[in-house]
């Protein structure tokens, strides 16, 4: 019997086990099969402007070129396969004069490098510029109306030789914009001024945005390249360019690194830029490649090494190819890709002689040959993607009418072809009420995806009731390479029948579905079993056999567990769901409902322990709970777990009765609730209701249902505390992760944003450590709160918080010093006087020198902000901002000009103010009742228990320390406070004493 008991404990371990690898497995599928699409179009894509263009093209330095050496570049040009040749014209090289510029003729300009060129290049009808309008040295101009009068008076000089215009480069680099720090509004209005005046010369005009450098930096020096371009649609650019120019250099993967990560440099990090341009609804305008590549220097190279990986020649020209390939057969939005470079114009020992295509001995690489041989095997086919109806590979036999609105047939008869390379073909038709058909065939075949009439011709029927676009489907399953479609038009006339071409991409071939169906069967069976073997176990055996189980074991069960979901939200939640750290937590978060159901001390103290570690691993599924919150709600299904299996047991129970301090907190919930209704950011109200009231109160529900709150959850919450003071404290001798104050004052900053949060939350914890060293029963908890003392206290002083160093901890003392009577009140007075004392060297520090700077020193900012409030609140006196809300409304409407130094704040520093401005008049009462509730409960409380004298001393801290800072509304304080109410609330006829 005992035997069949293990067997059946054991099944549904391996059920288990098996079911996990099951959900590692499709996890990784799912990451593959999504990193395998992203930036694929699937299906029939829609056109998208400029990309129906020849792909290749290559960076040029044509000025260092002269008479015949100038043609023979383009020679080279001409002959790799080239098309587009990028080519840089400088403001102080054309128009060196002094002055704006403005009225000049093109006499007043010098022409006669880029009439070289531009004379060059007209003997090279088969080549295409993109003038790149810049500066050398690249600094932003003084006057942007100077600058596009220059770009105006080059398009009109070249206009009829020029259709592309790209404006600066680089502006997201501060080398590129004078070694200031980048400002997208400053390029977007430059660039918004020269677009108007190319376009006013040139009509025809596109204008490329800079090409956006790559780089991982947030600023204020380098910024992203994806954030440059999300701030430039914030900024209004959208309508001033028509193609976005990336800079997908390969680095140090080649072109199948399929990661598209903000904080990858790689060939696909196009895919970033498209995808900032999908969001803001650009997904019609083209991404152009205006340099890439991959950098081979040569063996004995001695210059400077590159900046932009290494690879060897024959690589580089591998690479170079299957990046094309790639680019034409999964992006349909990208247009030219331009490489770099032909031949730097650097000297000898820049690492941009990797790039170039054409050696110092004026010898063509591997990679040239390479982009060459691609070029010259290329179809002359359209690749997937979307055409207009006049497009390069579409012809029109018989009286078409073909402009921007589509296709327009004649009489009957009129036939139209379009040449594609793809494995399918769809048309965009125009439908109505009228008869008209179209009849189609693919290399003179009937088009497999339509009808056929009894002729066997397939055919489009254009009627429909009513007016309607529809892209249909002609052709699927083709062979690879080229193919042909032609189609004959039956009436029609005068309706533009025909919108668009559409080539259809090759479909991903990487078995996903099959795998997930596999995957999902596998699954399903292995739950099958287990649920079927689970319901054999006997849980309540199993249950009394962990009850029974050592004290220190099941602690480290528990400790091992919350571990093991904090390693995996600090590795994956939030940031990388593919990882297998997230799929090997899952189980812990059952397992712990369980053990909390079963030891719900245990559960309640890991929440009061991770309190301070709230912003630690914050992104806890999915950036939707914290890992206390993820904890109290562990501890919510485990109560509820016991609740239902002690359903008959309930009617004998003594149910606690609600008290004042119960009332208090509902009052606060409910307050908080109805300003969260009123509030602009529903959100962010909704955040702040969840992380401030709504679980922080379940959590003291959890403690008051509990039936008697114990020593282990007070200790748990002077050992996280600890722990907060001993992580500052290496950072500190460390010298990492400490923030320089006035005077270079170096502050403690620990796991918390502000070194003011570890004055705040230890402010808090230090009285019960005091109370507890000097009041408690004596014993192994009396002397390891004393010695917990002394890091904590150190803490507290080098996080320099004036508001706990001045306020908190003095006002903390007061009280418990009056309530133990006797001699402690004049200690205590002695101790707050000698403080006081010492506040006077202290003032020849900058840091608290400064709060007697009312002019602009700290006091004055905060008079400031309280103003600031002010004003918030006599336009919101009844239910505030909300909550979550202050921090948009400060920033963009009620902060006053004399306090710019400090826009981003997210609460009024004042305790009245903060309950006043974020949960309204109601708010206010209901803080009020839960200090009334307390300081009564305290009244009739044992003066000298040690728990109670701490519990003072802190409630006393945080209404001293709140005058100035926050006192409720972060995560660890709300916590804090509400364990500070449930424990004040405790039965002390039930309370154990845990003794140690």
């Not at 820049?350 to 004026?362: E, I, N, S, T």
């Amino acid at each position: 019997m005992n035997r069949l008991f293990q067997v059946n404990r054991i099944r549904p371990l391996l059920w288990l086990i098996l079911l996990l690898a099951a959900a590692l497995a499709a996890q990784a599928a799912i990451t593959a099969h999504q990193t395998r699409i992203r930036g694929v179009s699937g299906g029939f894509p829609a056109p998208v402007a400029e990309t129906a263009v020849p792909t290749l093209g290559v960076n040029a330095a044509l000025e260092q070129y002269e008479g015949h050496t100038l043609d023979a570049a383009l020679v080279w040009i001409e002959e790799g396969g080239f098309t587009w040749v990028r080519q840089s014209f400088r403001l102080s090289q054309i128009a060196p004069q002094a002055g704006d510029g403005l009225g000049r003729s093109q006499d007043d300009f010098d022409w006669a490098t880029s009439d070289r060129i531009l004379d060059a290049l007209a003997r090279h009808p088969r080549l295409r510029l993109v003038a790149v309008l810049g500066d050398d040295p690249p600094v932003p101009p003084t006057d942007p109306d100077r600058f596009a009068s220059f770009a105006g008076a080059f398009a009109a000089r070249y206009g009829a030789q020029v259709d592309y215009y790209q404006v600066w480069d680089e502006p997201n680099l501060a080398d590129h914009w004078g070694e200031t720090l980048v400002k997208p509004p400053a390029y977007a209005d430059l660039l918004a001024r020269t677009a108007r005046a190319v376009r006013t010369a040139d009509p025809d005009a596109r204008i490329l945005l800079a090409g956006l450098a790559p780089t991982v930096e947030t600023g204020p020096q380098n910024l992203s390249d994806v954030r440059y371009l999300e701030q430039l649609y914030l900024a209004g650019a959208a309508p001033y360019f028509d193609i976005v120019a990336g800079k997908p250099y390969g680095f140090y993967t080649g072109p199948d690194d399929r990661r598209a990560d903000e904080s990858v440099l790689n060939f696909s990090r196009l895919i970033l830029l498209r995808e900032v341009m999908v969001k803001h609804g650009d997904a019609d305008k083209a991404v152009w490649a205006s340099h890439w590549g991959w950098n081979a220097l040569p063996p004995d190279w001695k210059g400077a090494p590159s900046l932009w990986g290494q690879t060897d020649a024959a690589t580089q020209a591998s690479y170079t190819v299957a990046a094309l390939e790639r680019a034409r057969a999964e992006w349909p939005w990208v247009g030219a890709m331009i490489l770099e470079h032909l031949q730097p114009a650097v000297p000898t020992d820049d690492p941009h002689w990797g790039f170039a295509l054409v050696g110092q001995d004026d010898a063509p690489r591997p990679v040239y040959d390479a982009a060459a041989s691609w070029s010259a095997a290329l179809p002359d086919a359209a690749p997937a993607g979307g055409y207009p109806a006049q497009n390069p590979w579409a012809t029109y036999l018989g009286n078409w009418r073909v402009g921007d609105l589509g296709a327009d047939s004649g009489p009957d008869g009129d036939r139209a072809a379009f040449s594609f390379d793809g494995p399918s073909v769809a048309l965009t038709v125009r439908r109505g009420p009228h008869r008209a058909f179209l009849y189609v065939t693919v290399d003179g075949r009937p088009a497999n995806a339509l009808p056929q009439d009894k002729a066997g011709r397939s055919y489009i029927v254009l009627y429909d009731s009513e007016p309607t676009i529809a892209t249909v489907p002609l052709a699927t399953g083709l062979s690879p390479g080229p193919h042909v479609v032609e189609v004959v038009a039956e009436r029609g006339q005068d309706q533009w029948t025909m919108v668009d071409w559409r080539v259809g991409t090759e479909p991903v071939r990487d078995g996903f579905g099959w795998k997930m169906t596999g995957l999902s069967i596998a699954a399903l069976a292995m739950m099958a079993l287990l649920i079927r073997d689970a319901r054999q176990v006997d849980w309540t055996t199993l249950k009394r056999a962990f009850l029974g189980w050592p004290e220190w074991s099941k602690v480290a069960l528990t400790a091992g567990l919350v571990g093991l979901s904090w390693i995996a939200a600090a590795a994956s939640w939030g940031r990388d769901w593919g990882s297998p750290w997230f799929v090997f937590s899952l189980p812990a978060l059952p397992l712990l409902a369980a053990l909390f159901a079963w030891r719900p001390d245990l559960g309640l103290a890991t929440v009061a322990f991770a309190a301070p570690f709230y912003t630690q691993s914050s992104a806890m599924l999915y950036r939707a709970l914290s890992l206390p919150e993820v904890l109290i709600v562990l501890c919510g299904v485990g109560a509820a777990v016991r609740r239902l299996n002690r359903a008959g047991e309930r009617r004998s129970e003594r149910r606690p009765h609600l008290t004042l301090v119960d009332w208090s907190v509902l009052l606060l919930v409910l307050a908080a609730i109805s300003a969260g209704l009123a509030a602009a950011d529903k959100l962010a109200a909704l955040f702040e209701l969840r992380a401030v009231f709504l679980l922080p109160a379940l959590f003291y529900l959890l403690l008051r249902l509990d039936g008697q709150v114990t020593w282990r959850a007070v200790d748990s919450f002077v050992l996280g505390a600890v722990g907060v003071a001993l992580v500052g404290l290496a950072q500190y001798v460390t010298g990492r992760n400490v923030v320089i104050a006035e005077g270079g004052l170096p502050r403690l900053l620990s796991v918390y944003p502000s070194p003011n949060n570890v004055g705040l939350y230890l402010g808090r914890v230090w009285p019960l450590l005091v109370a507890v060293a000097l009041w408690g029963e004596r014993g192994r908890r009396r002397t390891l709160y004393a010695v917990a003392l002394l890091p904590t206290t150190l803490a507290v002083v080098l996080s320099f918080s004036r508001g706990a160093l001045l306020l908190g901890i003095p006002a903390a003392l007061l009280p418990m010093g009056w309530r133990a009577g006797g001699r402690w009140r004049w200690a205590a007075a002695a101790l707050v006087g000698a403080g006081a004392l010492a506040w006077i060297p202290l003032m020849h520090v900058p840091r608290f020198a400064s709060l007697l700077d009312l002019d602009r020193g700290g006091t004055f900012f905060r008079l400031e902000l309280w103003h600031s409030s002010l004003s918030m609140l006599r336009e919101r006196p009844w239910f505030g901002v909300g909550p979550g809300n202050f921090l948009e409304a400060y920033r963009t409407r009620y902060v006053l000009h004399s306090a710019w130094q400090e826009f981003n704040l997210e609460h009024p520093h004042n305790i009245y103010l903060d309950h006043w401005t974020r949960l309204g008049v109601p708010g206010v009462i209901a803080g009020a009742v839960s200090q009334i509730a307390f300081w009564r409960v305290v009244r009739h409380k044992s003066r000298r228990d040690a728990l109670t004298l701490g519990l003072v001393g802190g409630m006393a801290a945080l209404l001293a320390h709140g005058l100035v800072d926050n006192t409720l509304f972060f995560t660890d304080l709300a916590l804090a406070f509400f364990l500070a109410l449930a424990l004040v609330q405790r039965d002390s006829s039930k309370q154990s004493p845990d003794k140690m």
